[in-house]
């Protein structure tokens, strides 16, 4: 979990939703952060939501669940 939670911070702090940005951050590819970021929308039931909204959700989620 812990691992999840630092490439949301990542995504949406660091990044803020902009893969390309993340993805310097997380020394990965930018289409490997885009694909995670698909992945964990469909999982998440967040298809449908524009993806900085979804982010932001996200983000307010592990913030309140105390993991960050």
Same mark, same amino acid.
């Given at each position: 979990?812990?691992?999840? &939670?630092?490439? &949301? #911070?990542?995504?949406?702090?660091?990044?803020?939703?902009? %893969?390309?940005?993340? %993805?310097?951050?997380?020394? =990965?590819?930018?289409?490997? &952060?885009?694909? #995670?970021? =698909?992945? %964990?929308? /469909?999982?998440?039931?967040?298809?449908?939501?524009?993806?900085? /909204?979804?982010?932001?959700?996200?983000?307010?989620?592990?913030?309140?669940?105390?993991?960050?």
């Amino acid at each position: 979990t812990s691992l999840f &939670v630092g490439w &949301v #911070r990542c995504v949406y702090e660091t990044g803020h939703g902009d %893969a390309a940005l993340a %993805a310097k951050h997380l020394f =990965q590819h930018p289409n490997t &952060v885009r694909y #995670r970021m =698909q992945k %964990a929308k /469909a999982l998440l039931c967040g298809e449908g939501m524009e993806d900085r /909204a979804f982010y932001e959700q996200l983000y307010l989620c592990t913030f309140l669940h105390g993991d960050l």
